[in-house]
């Protein structure tokens, strides 16, 4: 379960000097309440602030986010659902039916927890239109006397307060608010992507208008575009991951693993497809496995995908995390128009291969040369790009059935687009795509299927590392 991070735009637009307003809004079931309660618990690192909860009772918090219980204390979350009845985790019974008695309660409630004035300190109130509704009298007219007294109370006390507005479109309130959030969700194939766009936050340049979010865990988890960018400082220890049957080898991943239901199986085909837009991010799931092969006693041939220099891609992103002794394991075909008596003994250049069937025999003798099993990565654009689709696809039912009847794994890189792309999926065992959304990159499982998962490339002790987080 992964830890709360709220954008960054909007942790800053709070910790401004004075007081902000800001208004939530989204419809029904899009994550507005686990939003609020994550963003009270981020800011109790800084500030005291309280959850006014006029629509769902403690218990119900408590059950729908259990993470609730220990990390926030109970005095910070009053329950106002019964106007009526006592506000709960008030000393005293108070009933409320007018704004000004609610507005009071609230006002005392904070000064008991030194709310006020404090830096950062926050009301939250959860939702507008259920406080509103809650309090007798005509609506319109409660409506703005409630939001005078509200904002009054937020300036003069310097208190932050975030309201929650049950829909997402333009009114009023968000003319008068400072800053305005919305929390969407929406199709992306077959998978549900939830957004938050950040509409208007006064006195904060918004770098990133609209962030793709989770709520695994119960948490909001904001999720940011990244940069892959891994440390090639040496390794102290050499990651080997072992997978959990004899059958199958490990991706590297243990995360991919578990997506492919334990790993990438011996004698399999395996298509990455990588979306347009994807870049470079796609490196890691190639080089990732091929650490892990050399580390673990097999052996790995790389046909180049076009863009990747091969003696780069060894030097900085494979062999400072493999062992001393697996190193000479790794051997490349690579298009280069370096002579071939100059080229190092490990690359053998693409060209010898005229046709596809010698591409295939030249693999065969490439693999004869190492003794342990192989991973094979191939990129498919190039060899696309040079025999031409229809002599590739003629051939496929050869690279099948001979990867079939070995212990060798091979990881087919295709790009979106390429003709040859959709054919492979049909003949590969698994077919994973790369893709972005809103800037971040997220890998889907087609076979299986999967839901959409984030990655996170990092560097860890052992080498570099990619975390997938759902995306729930
Ligand atoms: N532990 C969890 N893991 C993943 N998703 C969760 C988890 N708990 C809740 N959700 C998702 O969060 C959604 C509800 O979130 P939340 O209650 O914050 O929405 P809301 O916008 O406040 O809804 P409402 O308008 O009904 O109050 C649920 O639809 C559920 O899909
Ligand atoms: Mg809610």
């Not at 929406?186 to 006195?203: A, D, P």
């Not at 839901?451 to 995306?471: C, I, N, R």
Request: charged content about 25%; hydrophobic content about 40%; some cysteine.
């Amino acid at each position: 379960m992964g830890r709360i991070r709220i954008p960054t735009e909007v942790a800053n637009f709070l910790k401004q000097e004075g007081s902000q307003r800001l208004l939530v809004k989204g419809d029904a079931g899009t994550g507005k309440t686990i939003f609020v309660l994550s963003l009270l618990r981020y800011l109790s690192r800084y500030s005291q602030g309280v959850y006014v909860s006029t629509r769902v009772n403690y218990e119900d918090i408590y059950r729908y986010t259990p993470w609730v219980k220990d990390k926030i204390q109970k005095d910070n979350i009053i329950d106002a659902t019964n106007p009526e009845g006592t506000l709960l985790s008030m000393e005293s019974e108070l009933r409320y039916n007018s704004a000004g008695d609610f507005v009071k309660i609230i006002a005392d409630k904070c000064r008991l927890l030194n709310v006020l004035n404090m830096k950062y300190g926050c009301v939250i109130i959860d939702s507008w239109e259920s406080l509103v509704s809650n309090i007798p009298y005509s609506k319109t007219d409660t409506e703005i006397q409630l939001e005078r007294i509200l904002v009054d109370l937020s300036r003069e006390m310097k208190v932050n307060l975030v309201l929650i507005v049950e829909n997402s479109e333009v009114t009023r309130l968000d003319y008068v608010a400072d800053g305005v959030i919305l929390m969407e969700k929406k199709l992306h194939h077959e998978n549900r992507v939830r957004t938050m766009v950040l509409r208007k936050l006064r006195g904060i340049k918004i770098v990133n208008p609209v962030y793709p979010f989770t709520l695994d865990g119960g948490k909001f988890q904001a999720l940011e575009p990244e940069s892959v960018h891994f440390k090639t400082k040496k390794s102290k220890r050499f990651r080997k991951i072992r997978a959990s049957s004899s059958n199958n080898t490990s991706s590297g991943m243990r995360d991919l693993d578990n997506l492919l239901g334990g790993g990438l199986r011996k004698g399999s085909l395996n298509l990455l497809e990588v979306g347009s837009g994807v870049g470079f991010a796609y490196i890691p799931f190639i080089t990732l496995p091929i650490i892990n092969a050399l580390n673990t006693g097999m052996s790995a041939i790389i046909a180049v995908p076009e863009g990747i220099n091969f003696s780069l891609l060894k030097e900085k992103l494979v062999i400072p995390f493999v062992k001393p002794s697996a190193r000479d394991n790794f051997l490349a075909v690579e298009e280069t128009y370096i002579p071939e008596n100059e080229l190092p003994p490990q690359i053998t250049p693409l060209s010898i291969a005229r046709t596809h069937k010698d591409f295939l025999d030249l693999l065969e003798v490439l693999r004869e040369r190492l003794n342990n099993p192989v991973l094979q990565v191939v990129g498919m654009d190039n060899v696309e790009h040079k025999y031409g689709f229809s002599n590739i696809q003629s051939d496929m039912g050869r690279v099948s059935s001979q990867n079939r009847s070995s212990q060798n794994v091979t990881m087919l890189v295709a790009k979106e687009g390429q003709d040859i792309t959709p054919h492979l999926g049909h003949i590969c065992d698994t077919h994973m795509r790369l893709e972005t959304i809103n800037k971040c990159v997220f890998i889907e499982g087609i076979i299986p299927k999967t839901g959409l998962y984030h990655t996170h490339f990092y560097s860890s002790s052992s080498g570099p590392a990619v975390k997938l987080t759902p995306l729930l």
